[in-house]
């Protein structure tokens, strides 16, 4: 569980720290970026929040810390931000680095059960327990009560569905592009059947946001941005009228879905509005 | 010095275009980027201005595109911005792409005398005259009486020198990290030995910011970031005390050089002190 730490960068009058640690539940060396806030810098002894921020296939953790401009957001406010990795990297497993959107690089935030891949892909219990609890215990001035939850694409998917399944662990979540209800597209189709099964209904259920959402009581305050310009959003991939609808169905209010005109799927559009997205959490994250 | 449009890309309510133009002055196709604010957009009678930022070494107009948080800043203010590349290329001139500090990806904004980089490296008549001439003749909504300056290490040295070797053609100069004295440094010797001969001294001081201080007669108002974390700094690759120094003793004031505790030479520092480069030439190019 030790930590170590291989660079530390001056941003917006924070650190962001590039981590390394030995995961038990993905079986492998996993590296990570942490930024901390100028608020945790000059008083430690006042704990601030974390921002979990979910990253897309083929990412790392430096793809959003470099291009997406949450620390601006973060700065201001006095939240840390934690990027996670999408996936193990060199378990050495047969076929992982095949393609773009399966194996590495392509996690999709879930625990696969169908082998090999069930001897490292954990990425659920990796960003849900072991990456936070890692976190909290090395780094006292972050507050393990305060916590939420954003992503792009695969990264909303898995910012959406840690959510959902997990009532009470996150104050907010909000999502860039989700990829919303990947049981009814191809990227979703093709990983579930992967690390669970191509018979697997159920499991596959258990990580769909639009499955998730149905069963959900009482309100949200979701948060969710689509650029209209997004290819992946006109090929189908994303589904998030799928999700939207999902909810309405089922009576729960509370889903803000904005249709960005003409944004494309690109950290261009997470950098436009994360701001937003850190506002968002900060609303919760500072509630009394 | 028709344009083509190979991408537009939504981003702070205005659009990055990503365009292409035949230069005489490098001889080649050359790329380059040009954000459009939403004012520019919203109402295109509306002349705006111009923000040149000028790339460092090995970049193209891309790098600080996605990472330096200009269009941030300048979308609040109602700015554009133009990036160059850095370089021409595909000219295949012998030995042009066999260092990352010289030749392909490092013009060094001067136009070269020496056989054979003198047969297309003109970054400096590229960038002082052709691509501003391309741009304005294509773009009716930006302002061609309203132009500042800025860059990053090679590119602050090339904003530095352009302003000064034209007085009263930008509005403003600013620059991060920008290697002030060249003559005086690996960088410097090793590119201008190449392009303009090892016995053109007159020639070298002419591109170096440090010598142009020397002779400028009334007050500046320039602002430069270094970030004493940054290797090259330490290294002795900018110089910027020498550039202080040349104008203390000269008696020219206002040469603010802020040095940012920890920051280093990359896009964080960038991205973290954007909004005060755009504050500080929007200053010059809104004022009455």
Chains 1, 2 share one sequence.
């Not at 378990?91 to 696969?112: C, P, R």
């Amino acid at each position: 569980m030790s930590l170590a730490r291989t660079a530390t960068i001056a941003s917006f009058g924070g650190r962001l720290l590039k981590l390394t640690h030995n995961a038990t539940t993905t079986n492998c060396e996993m590296a990570f970026n942490l930024y901390l806030p100028p608020q945790a810098i000059q008083d430690p002894s006042q704990k601030v929040p974390v921002l979990i921020y979910l990253s897309g296939l083929t990412c790392t953790a430096d793809n959003c810390s470099e291009k997406g401009f949450f620390q601006y957001g973060a700065s201001k406010r006095g939240i840390a931000v934690l990027y996670p990795d999408t996936s193990p990297r060199g378990l050495n497993i047969e076929g992982e680095n095949d393609s773009w959107d399966f194996g590495t690089g392509a996690g999709f935030y879930v625990d696969a059960i169908k082998p090999p891949y069930d001897k490292g892909y954990n990425m659920y219990s990796y960003v849900a327990e072991e990456l936070p609890k890692t976190v909290f215990a090395a780094f006292k001035e972050l507050d393990s009560g305060r916590v939420s939850i954003t992503g792009h694409s695969m990264g909303g998917h898995g910012a959406l569905t840690l959510f959902l399944k997990n009532p009470g662990k996150y104050q907010s979540v909000s999502a860039f592009a989700p990829i919303a209800n990947p049981i009814n597209c191809p990227w979703g189709q093709k990983v579930f059947s992967g690390y669970f099964g191509e018979d697997q209904l159920e499991k596959w259920k258990e990580h769909d946001a639009t499955e998730l959402v149905r069963r959900w009581k009482g309100p949200l305050d979701i948060l969710i941005d689509v650029g209209t310009g997004d290819n992946f959003y006109q090929q189908g991939q994303l589904l998030p009228e799928n999700f939207e609808k999902a909810a309405k169905d089922a009576g729960v209010a509370g889903v803000n879905i904005r249709y960005q005109p003409d944004y494309d799927h690109s950290y261009y559009t997470m950098a436009t509005f994360s701001e937003d997205h850190i506002n968002h959490a900060a609303k919760y994250l500072f509630a009394q």
